[in-house]
Structures are given as C-alpha cells and as structure tokens.
C-alpha cells in the first residue's frame, strides 16, 4: 500500500511454502501482469520485484532478532550477489524481529525510502 500511495504500482504475491513453489509463483504472477497489462493500465518497462522475508533478494532490511531470515544468513546472501557483479545492499537494524513492516517508530525508519532509492538507482 506504502508503495502505490508513492505513485507506483504496487502488487502483493501471496506464494507458496518452498523455494520451488516460490518461484513457480512469483514466475505466474510475473506473467500474469504481462498479460493483463493493458487491462490492468500498468506499464510493464522498468517494473521492480519486490518482497517480504523469503521474498527479499537484492536489498533487504533485516532485524537482529529474527528468529526466521537471521542477519547473518542475509549478510552472505547479498556477500554472493555482489561477488556475481550485482549490487546489492542490506541494512541490518538492531534488536528489530522478522516482519517489521515500515519500521514506525524504531530504528527501522525510513527503510522503505532507502529501498526505493536503491530500485531508483538501478
């Protein structure tokens, strides 16, 4: 909702349990959009992916106590996307737990703006 109050389309994907199912999931929604774009009103050129915790690749925020996507896992994560020559970025907040949604009123704050910075740049 934050993204499309923002000025950009903005679509949530409720995917399956499973890395496999995940991306048979995200590859229909993806296709889907696509397909329906006119119908829809939605330019398909310059789109971005974006997700939530098993969603998150390129540019993730994530908090020291999360006991699901801990920060050290995502740090190596996004150690091996950059290694292939991708830029990417993580900004690890202190004390925070998985699924702190915009991050009101702690040291989350901001972090969807960041983010967006971050899909302007590319």
Partial sequence: MELSKKGYNAFALIYRPGAQT???????????????????GIPMANYSLWGGS???RMAACVGTNDWIASYQAMTRRIQKIK????????????????????GEGTVAQGWLEKAISFWQKH
């Fill in 83 to 102: 290694a292939n020559g991708t830029d990417a970025q993580i900004d690890i907040f202190p004390g925070l737990s998985h699924g702190f949604g915009l």
């Fill in 54 to 56: 098993a969603g998150v």
């Fill in 22 to 40: 995940a991306c048979e999931d995200l590859a229909c929604a993806i296709a889907f959009l696509f397909t329906h774009q006119k119908e829809l």
